[in-house]
């Protein structure tokens, strides 16, 4: 990758080698430690993946970022929608109560005018 790789281990070792005569048994120990960090100077591949990811990235964000903004303008469009039917629906209202108050003053007329 582009990042170092480490690696560690350790062993360790104990061999006792006992014969019959005290002065010919022999013993031995040992740790081995070891460690390998490898760094490459440039993986080409490595650095065009990563390229392409950000750009996978970058146009994600962009598409979030416009549907962001038209789901905004459906909403505001609804709601001035709802305010233009309720202007409709107030003015409709006015109209029909303006409508019943000359329906009932003709009709006051021409009760006057008959009696």
Do not use: C, H, M
């Not at 002065?23 to 080409?44: K, M």
């Amino acid at each position: 990758g582009l990042l170092p790789n480490l690696t560690a281990g350790a062993t360790t070792e104990a061999t006792r080698l006992k014969r019959d005569e005290p002065s010919l048994s022999r013993e031995r120990s040992g740790t081995t430690i070891r460690a390998n960090l490898s760094q490459p100077l440039f993986r080409i591949d490595r650095w065009f993946q990563l390229k392409a990811a950000q750009s996978i990235v970058d146009q994600a964000e962009l598409e979030l970022s416009a549907k962001e903004q038209n789901l905004l303008l459906t909403a505001a469009q609804a709601y001035f929608e709802t305010l233009r039917q309720l202007d409709a629906f107030a003015a409709a209202q006015a109209e029909e109560a303006a409508l019943l108050r000359q329906r009932d003053q003709a009709q006051g007329r021409l009760e006057d005018g008959a009696s």
